[in-house]
């Protein structure tokens, strides 16, 4: 049997008959995709303008975990960070106006929105030692992590009963 050739055919696919709905279909695929990622669950929305939830980025190391968020435009006065039982909450509100006046010309725009994240706390955060601070449009909160009893090695002695 292994000394047996086998004919390997090489055939070329057989021309597709031309689908006139084939680009129908692709546009309206296009504009499914684009209608999806506009009404995303990722958005909240309010009035005509839409407020993305922001982008955070959740790091560990060997004293805490850190939480941090970009926030574009916020003050520290506009978040507020919470702890609901074990559930880290993080919301905020943006409010904007802008006036332009010009002779013959006046123009008054606003935008506002407002997002809510939360995240489930791991064991071993120290929840009285939470922190947050905002700089430069990014939320920073800090976590400590609880001295874990593990960490520190015992002998135990065996006794004679």
């Not at 939480?67 to 916020?74: R, S």
């Amino acid at each position: 049997m292994a000394d047996t050739q086998v004919d390997v055919k090489k055939t070329t696919p057989a021309p597709q008959p031309n689908d006139p709905w084939r680009s129908f279909r692709n546009e309206l695929d296009r504009v499914f995709e684009q209608f999806g990622q506009t009404l995303s669950p990722w958005s909240l929305f309010r009035g005509a303008e839409s407020v993305k939830l922001p982008s955070v980025d959740i790091t560990e190391d060997d004293k805490a975990f850190t939480v941090t968020a970009e926030l574009p435009g916020l003050a520290a006065e506009d978040v507020d960070v919470s702890l609901e039982g074990r559930t880290l909450v993080i919301k905020g509100e943006k409010q904007q106006e802008t006036k332009t006046e010009e002779k013959n010309y006046h123009l008054t725009e606003r935008t506002y929105g407002a997002f809510e994240r939360s995240f489930y706390l791991p064991d071993g955060v120290d929840a009285d030692a939470i922190s947050a601070s905002v700089a430069k449009g990014v939320l920073a909160v800090t976590l400590p992590k609880v001295p874990s009893p593990a960490d520190t090695a015992k002998k135990i002695e065996v006794k004679t009963a």
